[in-house]
């Protein structure tokens, strides 16, 4: 079910008019598609930022009224200040029915990995959403792992998702989405015990101090 926001059509642009839109409360923005103009518009700040506190910006279909009509469209672009909590500028692309859109969908871990319970390693994530190719009206919410049978020193990666149907995803295949690790605290207790590999860097400079010695 699409989200819905509400918008104003603006005539004038420009800086100042914008700083204006921001201290009236709201947020300039475009919306743009390649079957329409691209229109400029505002949006009351309160709104967006209430939207936004509970959807994936990148993947939700927003339901945008502007000016009597409706219009599915997705955030596209969300300029914020450096330092204060203002969104600056919004951009909006206006769906079209049967025409596939690429998205960045959030992943989402399902279970408790084998090494985590088992062996108290930890659950690394590096990816946290994967791009895809969809049609607007079958964008998940998210895409589900199952992290379960995980053990330690594993990984999986994007090739390993079973995806949603009428998804084609554009991620590298190879790239690592998780990994089982160990614990910090386990490795560097590995590597302070005696006997333990020197590392090669401090090996060779040992060798050649030695060989140092040994010329004089």
Do not use: W
């Amino acid at each position: 079910m699409a989200s819905v926001l509400s918008a104003e059509t603006r005539t004038d642009s420009g800086k100042g008019v914008a700083r204006k839109l921001r201290a009236a409360g709201r947020v300039p923005g475009v919306v743009y598609g390649h079957a329409r103009e691209a229109q400029s518009l505002s949006v009351n700040a309160r709104d967006l930022d209430k939207l936004l506190s509970h959807i994936a910006a990148g993947s939700t279909v927003i339901e945008l009224s502007v000016g009597g009509a409706t219009t599915n469209t997705l955030i596209r672009e969300i300029q914020r200040h450096p330092f204060k909590k203002i969104i600056m500028h919004i951009d909006f692309q206006e769906l079209v029915a049967g025409e596939k859109i690429t998205v960045d969908v959030p992943l989402v871990f399902v279970g408790v990995p084998e090494g985590v319970r088992l062996s108290g390693a930890l659950l690394e994530q590096i990816l946290h959403s994967v791009e895809v190719l969809v049609d607007p009206s079958a964008i998940p919410n998210h895409i589900d792992v199952d992290v379960t049978h995980l053990a330690m020193g594993h990984s999986l990666h994007v090739r390993d998702i079973k995806l949603p149907e009428g998804l084609e995803v554009l991620s590298e295949p190879g790239a690592t989405i998780c990994a089982v690790i160990a614990p910090r605290a386990a490795v560097e207790a590995a590597a302070a015990e005696p006997g333990a590999a020197e590392p090669e860097l401090i090996r060779k400079a040992k060798e050649e101090a030695d060989a140092k010695d040994a010329k004089k």
